[in-house]
């Protein structure tokens, strides 16, 4: 977006909660909800010359919304907030949830005879 664009230009979509400024450097025009934490442990594997070894760790999944000023797609971010992570469009993380949900409720149903 031009640095000579007003801004902001419009409203935010209702789960925007960042603060916007008109001196916001260009790059920095975009949306962003709140982020939400989500506590899980998760499984590290390490490689090593005797075999592999693997531990439990504490994580907090971070998972929010962001849309770049100017484009349509609203991109879902999921992640530690930090080194690890990755956005994927609404549509797909629609998707995902679906399928996630779909494979851990495999977990409890009965074995087909």
Same mark, same amino acid.
């Given at each position: 977006?031009?640095?000579?664009?007003?801004? @902001?230009? *419009? @409203?935010?979509?209702?789960?925007?909660?960042?603060? &916007?400024?008109?001196?916001? &450097?260009?790059?920095?025009?975009? &949306?962003?909800?709140?982020?939400?934490?989500? @506590?899980?442990?998760?499984?590290?594997?390490?490689?090593?010359?005797? *075999?592999?070894?693997?531990?439990?760790?504490?994580? %907090?999944?971070?998972?929010? /919304? &962001?849309?770049?000023?100017?484009?349509? $797609? $609203?991109?879902?971010?999921?992640?530690?907030?930090?080194?690890? *992570?990755?956005?994927? *469009?609404?549509?797909?993380?629609?998707?995902?949830?679906? %399928? /996630? /949900?779909? /494979?851990?409720?495999?977990?409890?149903?009965?074995?087909? %005879?």
């Amino acid at each position: 977006m031009p640095a000579s664009s007003p801004w @902001p230009s *419009g @409203p935010c979509p209702s789960w925007c909660t960042r603060p &916007h400024a008109e001196d916001d &450097h260009p790059d920095d025009r975009a &949306h962003t909800s709140d982020g939400v934490d989500v @506590p899980a442990i998760e499984r590290v594997t390490t490689f090593a010359p005797g *075999g592999v070894a693997y531990r439990r760790a504490a994580i %907090a999944l971070q998972l929010g /919304l &962001h849309q770049v000023v100017g484009e349509e $797609t $609203t991109w879902v971010y999921i992640g530690d907030g930090e080194r690890r *992570g990755f956005e994927v *469009g609404a549509t797909d993380a629609r998707e995902v949830a679906r %399928a /996630l /949900l779909r /494979l851990v409720s495999a977990i409890d149903a009965p074995r087909e %005879a």
